[in-house]
């Protein structure tokens, strides 16, 4: 029998607290009023979170999840996500995730427009992803 727990290790970030791995998506696939961020740091960082606001707005909300993770292939690491709620049609937010420790650089994103997804604004969507582990996925 072959077994392959514990055979390596591999840290998913570089330093203890920093956010790496950065992504945002649909939190699901009928509320185009929330967005799902997620993000990945070495150890797990009470109080991490996604703060966002609208572009030159006052009020920053912050949203958060419990954390969890996983050890396929040796990773070691923490996933972090949050959903931001509430958000208005049309309109560019931005963003950063992390904890007290340590936070991401402000990203942005625009919401869709509340005619998304009709005969008059078609959505249309592509996903790739490779969820390969091999010898090709050591880097990224």
Known sequence: AIFFDNICTQNCCTSDYAPEQ??????????????RVTWVTLLD???????????GGTSITTA???????????????VNTAVMT???????YTYTVGSSYNRSTSFTFTTFPTNIGTPERPLRVVNIADMAYDN???FT
């Not at 509430?86 to 560019?92: A, D, K, Q, S």
């Open 22 to 35: 950065i992504y945002l998506s649909l939190a699901d696939g009928t509320d185009f009023s929330s967005m």
């Open 136 to 138: 090709n996925s050591d």
């Open 64 to 78: 958060a999840e419990p954390t969890r993770t996983y050890n396929f292939g040796g990773w070691i690491g923490v």
């Open 45 to 55: 960082a009470p109080g991490s979170s996604v703060q966002f606001s609208t572009i």
């Open 86 to 92: 509430g958000l208005t049609p049309n309109t560019t």
